[in-house]
């Protein structure tokens, strides 16, 4: 498997459910991303980690919990979650967080559905 | 921070035809400005980006433009293919900060054969 994957594609909860969305990349980068694509939305930045640190939180609800264990693996924890959190969650890796080498690789998200 | 104004929302043209979609941006440290193309179901992909040091960039069908005095970009599609239909988000980067790319709301092209 090669770039950057996520489980699982779909995935469909209660609000009182703990789920965990998983990322994986297979690109040797260093930086990883959480994103949220809504509906009619710009892409949302919720989470960037650099060399497992997080560097960025943009104001997300601690009912995203998001961990790092190494480089090339990066985990978003969900639990007590509402409707509108129902959305396209992306994860994306880049060689660098910053400099020339910051192109960004998305995986293919996981299409998340609150009941 | 950085604030990306994308348009149209919505573009609809025939086969053959050339497609534009508008950016711009709010912050003039800016320096590097990527285009993602996101076909239904699918990732966003790189499809082509440009450097504030440079005006104009092409590669075959597609190109892009960077007005820097006046906050600008443009993604530019020459003769359209069914294929090409997909949603476009255009995204600009600061050089200071946090180097993160905000991202454009994105712009559903639709070509018609």
């Known amino acids: 498997e090669t770039g950057v994957t996520q489980t699982p594609r779909h995935l469909v909860m209660g609000m009182t459910n703990k789920k965990s969305l998983k990322c994986e990349q297979h690109l040797g980068h260093n930086a990883m991303y959480w994103y949220k694509q809504s509906a009619k939305k710009p892409l949302e930045l919720m989470f960037v980690?650099?060399?497992?640190?997080?560097?960025e939180n943009n104001s997300v609800p601690s009912r995203f919990s998001p961990e790092c264990p190494n480089s090339s693996h990066l985990f978003l924890h969900l639990h007590t979650l509402q409707p509108e959190d129902s959305a396209l969650y992306l994860c994306?890796?880049?060689?660098?967080?910053?400099?020339?080498?910051?192109?960004?690789?998305f995986g293919p998200g996981t299409r998340l559905t609150v009941l | 921070g950085e604030n990306v104004e994308q348009h149209p929302s919505t573009l609809s043209v025939q086969e053959g035809d050339s497609a534009v979609i508008k950016c711009t941006y709010s912050?003039?440290?800016?320096?590097?400005f990527p285009w993602y193309k996101q076909e239904l179901g699918k990732r966003p992909q790189l499809i082509i980006d440009?450097?504030?040091?440079?005006g104009e960039k092409k590669d075959q069908r597609i190109a892009v433009t960077l007005n820097k005095t006046a906050k600008h970009f443009s993604l530019h599609i020459t003769e359209t293919q069914p294929e090409d239909s997909a949603v476009y988000f255009c995204?600009?980067?600061?050089?200071?900060?946090?180097?993160?790319?905000?991202f454009g709301r994105g712009t559903s092209l639709i070509v018609h054969p």
């Open positions: 912050d003039s440290a800016s320096n590097y």
């Open positions: 994306a890796s880049s060689q660098q967080l910053a400099g020339t080498d910051n192109e960004q690789f």
């Open positions: 980690y650099n060399f497992k640190e997080q560097t």
């Open positions: 440009i450097r504030s040091n440079v």
């Open positions: 995204a600009a980067r600061e050089s200071g900060g946090s180097y993160i790319p905000t």
